[in-house]
């Protein structure tokens, strides 16, 4: 990916494994196995006779051994995760085999303690010592590197789509700001002289303006903070541009604790202001309007733009909604969206996402 | 340098109020000029620097409508135009393409001492500088009016309401919904900007594509093509006639 050589500051990759001390990793683990245990029974084909023993004792063995696998995975994550890939791989994998055989070995022994001699029942455990262990070792073997490489590669997909989102959004903030901050200063040099109060006012909103698009790409804010940095901005714009431009706010519906990515909304206003009512001589209004229904929070910015004009295809707009819309993704996968349309001289952007009271989960690993 | 005895007389063109105050502010402040008028838009400017005959026009770049530099186009059809310095906040295109044509700008917020160096030192800027501008800064990528001369006025054509454009041995007519006017530009460089909505069907015709009502063959051959509104027949030459039909074909 490009943006990797652009960025100075990108970690080198790493070994990327789910946390398996979760309870949710836990019960995927459970799941697989069941799964796993059903293929081996069907695949005996001896579905007349035993298939219900085969399938419990398999059940049995591969639980023992995929639990104690996600005991040694989840002690051993952070250690590994600080190594290399290439290390981290050949030790997980080692430490993998090494659970394998000793679970084969004690199955075994314990089978030998149980059993010896008698029939019945206890016919499940395995006779022959050798060929049981080599066997699992043999499965394990190929199990945990198809795991390992699976986890490599998901891990590689969603580090790319998030240097991406970074590098966009600086690429964003490069891009939009200087027109904005430059005519901000303007119009403070302005009111410095004719209303002082103003000005004062202006320096701080500007200066909220800018932490708030210094911040972590990654943190997510309560949606009244996002509101409060995009009525900052419009106070700013709306200095320079007086009555031309007027904004709606109907939001009151919505949940104010939920957390958002930071900066979803904000540029959508500034895009609104940028290439629609600072297009037009005699302004217009932008409505934003906030729905909550079924757990779910819909944003839409509406606003007049030039007519003729391809507004979603200029650069700058288009960068700015990729941009959301890659972050809305990070944040909730395939559970939010953006999307926009134009009807006549009319500009819709939307956002839909699940209202979440705490950062999504994987943005604390 | 000679100093005029009378005092510039200034137009000042933005649609920022406040930044209209503040230039306002600095100007009263520098000795042997005058504003004479202020415009929130681009045809306002036109009117206004066709009445006025200001010496010099401070130009805001970015601005609804009609851009600065358009305005710029447009006013230097009059005879004599008035000297130009371009104002700007933040654009990197229009500026590298003032840079690069040495043409008069200021960045926003203007000082006070550049601002008087650049009144000093205004000057014309020559067709051909101006049209390269509006090539490399093309801030809006294609314009919706076009200027023609009228006498002592100047006149703006929508886009929209031409019919065609038919050049003669010098000039361009242009024929719209309300009436026909010439202007002083090059059929090659309208038909490359406005080449999604015009066809060229003549080496000396440029036809809206939506004012095509039918596209006739005559006996001899030849197409010609008529125009919805005002009825009038065009010629299409045989080298015109392919890409004319082909288009024509791939609309409907």
Not at chain 1, 42 to 49: I, P, T
Not at chain 1, 335 to 345: F, H, K, L, V, Y
Not at chain 2, 52 to 58: E, K, S
Not at chain 2, 65 to 93: C, K, M, N, W
Request: hydrophobic share 45%; proline share 4%; glycine share 4%.
């Amino acid at each position: 990916m490009s943006a990797r050589t652009y960025d100075p500051r990108v970690p080198a990759p790493t070994l990327h494994l789910p946390d398996f001390c979760a309870a949710r990793a836990i019960l995927a683990v459970v799941l697989i196995v069941e799964m796993v245990a059903i293929l081996f029974a069907l695949a005996r084909q001896s579905l007349q006779q035993n298939f219900w023993i085969d399938l419990a004792s398999c059940s049995l063995f591969l639980l023992w051994l995929g639990l104690s696998c996600t005991a040694v995975l989840c002690r051993t994550r952070t250690w590994l995760q600080q190594m290399p890939v290439a290390r981290a791989s050949t030790i997980a994998l080692c430490l993998l085999m090494f659970c394998v055989l000793l679970v084969s070995e004690v199955v075994y022994r314990l089978g030998q303690f149980w059993t010896f001699g008698a029939a019945g029942v206890f016919s499940m455990f395995p006779a022959d010592h050798a060929a049981f262990v080599l066997r699992n070792l043999g499965v394990g073997f190929i199990v945990s590197s198809l795991a390992l490489r699976y986890f490599y590669v998901s891990a590689e997909g969603k580090r790319n789509i998030e240097m991406a989102a970074q590098a966009r959004i600086r690429a964003l903030q490069a891009r939009i700001r200087p027109h904005f901050l430059f005519n901000s200063m303007n119009t403070i040099a302005e009111l410095t002289r004719s209303n002082p109060e103003r000005a004062e006012q202006a320096v701080e909103d500007l200066a909220d303006l800018f932490r708030a698009s210094l911040s972590d790409a990654h943190t997510q804010i309560p949606l009244r903070d996002e509101f409060e940095i995009a009525k900052t901005h419009q106070r700013i714009e709306q200095l320079r541009l007086g009555p031309r431009l007027q904004v709606t706010w109907d939001v009151d519906t919505l949940p104010m604790r939920a957390q958002v990515p930071g900066l979803i909304v904000q540029p959508l206003l500034e895009n609104a202001v940028y290439h629609g009512i600072e297009m037009l001589p005699a302004g217009g209004t932008v409505s934003i309007v906030g729905t909550f229904r079924d757990g779910r929070i819909e944003i839409e910015v509406r606003n007049p733009i030039p007519l003729q004009h391809n507004y979603g295809e200029r650069e700058g707009n288009r960068m700015a909604l990729e941009n959301i819309g890659q972050r809305l993704a990070l944040a909730w996968p395939g559970r939010a969206s953006i999307e926009t349309r134009q009807e006549g001289s009319e500009f819709f952007a939307r956002l839909v996402f699940p209202y979440t009271e705490t950062a999504a989960a994987h943005f604390t690993s | 340098m000679l100093q005029t005895p009378v005092d510039m007389r200034l137009l000042l063109v933005d649609d920022e109020l406040p930044a209209r105050d503040r230039m306002r502010r600095l100007l009263a402040e520098i000795e042997d000029c005058e504003i004479v008028a202020e415009a929130g838009t681009g045809e306002l400017a036109i009117a206004q620097c066709a009445e006025l005959r200001p010496d010099i026009v401070l130009l805001d770049v970015r601005m609804p409508g009609l851009s600065g530099i358009e305005v710029a186009r447009h006013i230097d059809s009059l005879e004599d135009p008035p000297a130009v310095i371009f104002t700007t906040a933040y654009d990197q295109y229009a500026v590298e393409a003032f840079e690069t044509e040495a043409v008069g700008y200021l960045l926003k917020p203007v000082r006070k001492e550049k601002l008087a160096h650049a009144l000093r030192h205004a000057s014309r800027i020559s067709p051909t500088r101006l049209a390269k501008l509006a090539e490399s800064a093309r801030i809006d990528h294609r314009r919706d009016q076009i200027c023609a001369r009228l006498g002592e006025q100047l006149k703006l054509i929508p886009v929209a309401d031409i019919y065609y454009f038919l050049s003669d041995q010098k000039y361009i007519t242009v024929r719209h919904r309300n009436g026909e006017n010439l202007i002083d530009e090059s059929l090659k460089s309208l038909a490359e900007e406005f080449a999604g909505d015009f066809v060229r069907i003549h080496r000396n015709a440029l036809v809206a594509e939506k004012q095509i009502s039918a596209v006739e063959r005559c006996d001899d051959g030849h197409y010609v093509v008529r125009i919805r509104e005002c009825g009038v027949v065009l010629e299409v030459s045989r080298r015109h006639a392919a890409e004319l039909l082909r288009r024509i074909r791939g609309e409907a």
